[in-house]
């Protein structure tokens, strides 16, 4: 079964950084899309960003261009997500999940769909306070 856990959450000050880790077991890592979403109280999940190692692809939301930057070693099957520059209405629960399809494709909102990826993971808190 795909299982993915992620680590990493923590409570930091606006403007500080974190590195969130997914890691995989499984299934063949290069197999899939790896992506991160969040999840804030009242909010629907929404996705924040992908990476494809097979075809060398990523993708960002465009509320965290510019500040997060996904990566992956596919020898320690794992995938980070580092945080900079982060704000207030980032604080969610953030998941891991894989797409099978190994791309980062999107929806026709120009958006992460959250149907199409499995093995959701435990989750990690991330706050940051004002």
């Known amino acids: 079964e795909v299982q993915l856990v992620e680590s990493g959450g923590g409570l930091v000050q606006a403007g500080g950084s974190l590195r969130l880790s997914c890691a995989a077991s499984g299934f063949t890592f290069d197999d899939y899309a790896i992506g991160w979403f969040r999840q804030a109280p009242g909010k629907e999940r929404e996705g924040v960003s992908c990476?494809?190692?097979?075809?060398?692809?990523?993708y960002y939301a465009d509320s965290v261009k510019g500040r997060f930057t996904i990566s992956s070693d596919n020898a320690k099957n794992t995938v980070y997500l580092q945080m900079n520059s982060l704000k207030p209405e980032d604080t969610a629960t953030y998941y891991c999940a894989a797409d099978t399809v190994s791309v980062c494709r999107l929806t026709d909102a120009l958006t992460m769909g959250v149907p199409w990826y499995n093995g959701w993971g435990q989750g990690t808190q991330v706050t940051v306070s004002s």
């Open positions: 990476i494809s190692s097979t075809q060398g692809s990523t």
